[in-house]
């Protein structure tokens, strides 16, 4: 075992050594335009993409005809949903979310309300589960769009979204799932679910930064959106702009394996991630766990400690790499906006870690860090008293 610990993977993942060695030939052998149809270097650097868009599909039960590349799923959900209201004509309409998205769904559906559309933000349960009927209640005759988070990236909380999808699929609205933190963790399928726009970012399973895809469905009921990229007319003129030929070949090599190997893994990491609790909960007292722990990604744990203040905690456990909430707000003072749409309270929410395990992590560094995390809370503990 070496330190730091690395248990952040809600955060990112580090390219997985086999994604690595499928990419490296598009550097510098392979590293055509794929967009240029004059010569074999842009040919295969376009077989590649092609490759890599129906290993994607694959994954997500899409047709590779539905999949466009993107740098990611903060691309990805500006593209759908700034997308999908402009594709509608509409000039004023409602658009329904979710109090716990990220931010990448929910600034760009507060852009949306400053241009006059009605956006509507559900609550959740204390357990941070959305109730479909609340979708079913504020659907109306002029909803545009609705989206819902598959998994949500701090308190690892599934979404129950094949009911959703179901209810929103009785309307004329689209469905659009943030499924960045889901895909390649557990099985997605875009038919099932009934969902007709999707985002993801190959980083959050063992890809790499930097791509990303968004699925719009052409199958049955036909998604309609409008580029926000303007260019070259790239990715059926949904997104304009040279494709990043190796990412995209990482994220289809991650893809694969994440098909091939995701549910043995999933079972593993659920084994580490409640040892990991068991342990925290024998050695203390006045922990709670965010979220429901029945509808949880595998690999994720969010817990609160009362009686100690979030910074020092972050700050006596340095040898290990976890986060107190988003990747993208840890530098705000205010405390995550997904615990305190929980009902957690201020103090108890700044006082919040997550563990985000991985491939990597094992039973002795679970232990360590249960053993780290307990003696600094006891110390601080002390310390306040």
Known sequence: MTLPI??????TTPVDVRVLEAMLPYFCEVFGNAASRNHSF??????????ARDQLAELIGASSCEIVFTSGATESNNLAIRGAVEASGRASGRVITCATEHKAVLDPCLRLRRLGFDVVVLPVDSDGLLDPQRVADALTDDTVLVSV?????????????????????????LFHVD?????????VDVERDAIDLLSLSAHKFYGPKGAGALYVSRRGRRAEIAAQM????HERGLRSGTLNVPGIVGLGAACDICREEMEVEGQRLARLRDRLKDKLFAALDGLQVNGSLDRRLPNNLSVSFAGVDGESLLMGLDE????????????????SHVLRALGVPEKLAHASLRFGLGRQNTEEEVDYAADKVAAVVTRLRRLSA
């Open 6 to 11: 690395y248990l952040d993977h809600q955060a």
């Open 42 to 51: 842009g040919w295969r650097a376009r077989e590649a993409v092609s490759r």
């Open 149 to 173: 988070m598959y998994a949500n990236n701090e308190i690892g909380v599934l979404q129950p979204i094949a009911q959703i999808g179901a209810i929103v699929r009785e309307t004329r609205a």
């Open 179 to 187: 499924a960045a933190q889901a895909v390649g963790k557990i099985g």
């Open 230 to 233: 303007d260019g070259g007319g």
């Open 320 to 335: 290990l790499a976890v986060s107190s909430g988003s990747a993208c707000t840890s530098e705000s003072p205010e405390p």
